[in-house]
């Protein structure tokens, strides 16, 4: 009869503990959730992509009435100059047979900030900020023709997608308000910044076309550009993990193009003095709101 002789439990791991350290599990865990939420992502974008090319308009035209536009609307001040951008935005539009005489609106949001960007319905929203930085009509068309290019290719739309992917994966795995949610959309930013580029190239493609069509040459396409460049002078890094080509890189791919299509470069139009003009009051009235607040800090 054998005889039974207990094993040593010092001598032997407890199999209900890890032999791997728990931060090293956790990280384990956190990669391959991330990797499985590219994959996800991935397909799913690819399906967006199909989907978005034969979305009818109607349905751009219901996210409209989904997303909340009152955030973007044209303070009085700035009502003039938002008159004459729809003027300029609607003679571009007429320039572009695909448009099929659908209206394209623009609003103009009181911030410093130098932006531009294209919303469902057709919408156009230009920051204060840009208006500040140019100095010709010609390189503010350049601006306005580039979102519709946005338009044309459906980026609005694909964006829009993806940020709701995104939304749903990052709830299911990590749940709301999760850390390991910044986390992974760090990781997902980066596999989708080379595509975003690209939809950016297009569409300067787009409005260099467009610009052409509507001064016959395309002097100002590239000054906007050039300017913000020199003024941020944005380090080589930020051009490669930015959703926007900006700098050198872009300014020579515009140029590029203009050679390869014998555009030409001639006289550039000045601003509409409306604009300038609604700028010009809008500077005096924040002068005036700055002036008056001294004055009660001085008599309190």
């Given at each position: 009869?054998?005889?039974?002789t207990?094993?040593?439990?010092?001598?032997h791991?407890?199999?209900?503990v890890?032999?791997?350290?728990?931060?090293?599990?956790?990280?384990v865990l956190?990669?391959?959730?991330?990797?499985?939420?590219?994959?996800?992502?991935?397909?799913?974008?690819?399906?967006?992509?199909?989907?978005?090319?034969?979305?009818?308009?109607?349905?751009?035209d219901?996210?409209?009435?989904v997303?909340?536009?009152d955030?973007f609307?044209?303070?009085?001040?700035?009502?003039?100059?938002?008159?004459?951008l729809?003027?300029?935005?609607?003679e571009?539009v007429?320039?572009?047979?695909?448009?099929?005489?659908?209206a394209?609106?623009?609003n103009?949001?009181?911030?410093?900030?130098?932006?531009a960007f294209?919303l469902?319905?057709?919408?156009?929203v230009?920051?204060?900020g840009?208006l500040?930085?140019?100095?010709?009509?010609?390189?503010?068309?350049?601006?306005?023709?580039?979102e519709?290019?946005?338009?044309?290719?459906?980026?609005?739309?694909?964006?829009?997608?993806?940020?709701?992917?995104?939304?749903?994966?990052?709830?299911?795995?990590?749940?709301?308000?999760?850390?390991?949610?910044?986390?992974?959309?760090?990781?997902?930013?980066?596999?989708?910044l080379?595509?975003?580029?690209?939809?950016?190239s297009?569409?300067?493609?787009f409005a260099?076309?467009?610009?052409?069509?509507?001064?016959?040459h395309?002097?100002?396409?590239t000054d906007?550009?050039?300017?913000?460049?020199?003024?941020?002078?944005?380090?080589?890094f930020?051009?490669?993990?930015s959703?926007?080509?900006i700098?050198?890189?872009?300014?020579?791919?515009?140029?590029?193009?203009?050679?390869?299509?014998?555009?030409?470069?001639?006289?550039?139009q000045?601003?509409?003095?409306?604009?300038?003009?609604?700028?010009k009051?809008?500077d005096?009235l924040?002068?005036?709101?700055?002036?008056?607040e001294?004055f009660?800090?001085?008599?309190?």
């Amino acid at each position: 009869m054998a005889k039974f002789t207990p094993k040593n439990l010092n001598d032997h791991a407890n199999v209900n503990v890890s032999k791997i350290s728990q931060p090293k599990e956790f990280v384990v865990l956190l990669s391959g959730l991330i990797g499985i939420m590219l994959v996800v992502y991935l397909v799913l974008g690819f399906t967006l992509e199909i989907l978005v090319k034969h979305m009818p308009t109607k349905m751009d035209d219901a996210l409209a009435n989904v997303f909340p536009m009152d955030q973007f609307e044209t303070p009085k001040n700035l009502k003039s100059a938002r008159d004459s951008l729809q003027t300029l935005l609607d003679e571009l539009v007429t320039l572009w047979p695909e448009a099929n005489e659908q209206a394209y609106n623009i609003n103009i949001v009181d911030e410093d900030q130098v932006n531009a960007f294209a919303l469902p319905g057709r919408n156009i929203v230009v920051l204060r900020g840009l208006l500040d930085e140019v100095e010709s009509e010609n390189e503010l068309a350049m601006v306005l023709a580039h979102e519709l290019g946005h338009f044309a290719n459906r980026d609005h739309l694909r964006g829009m997608g993806r940020g709701v992917v995104f939304l749903v994966l990052s709830v299911i795995f990590f749940g709301d308000n999760n850390p390991a949610t910044e986390f992974a959309s760090g990781a997902i930013n980066m596999v989708s910044l080379k595509f975003s580029r690209e939809q950016e190239s297009a569409s300067d493609r787009f409005a260099l076309d467009l610009l052409h069509k509507k001064y016959g040459h395309v002097a100002g396409s590239t000054d906007f550009f050039n300017r913000v460049k020199d003024k941020h002078n944005i380090p080589g890094f930020f051009n490669f993990v930015s959703t926007h080509p900006i700098g050198n890189k872009r300014v020579e791919e515009i140029e590029r193009l203009a050679r390869e299509s014998n555009y030409l470069y001639q006289e550039k139009q000045s601003l509409n003095d409306t604009i300038v003009a609604a700028l010009k009051s809008d500077d005096d009235l924040e002068d005036a709101i700055e002036v008056e607040e001294i004055f009660v800090e001085i008599y309190q």
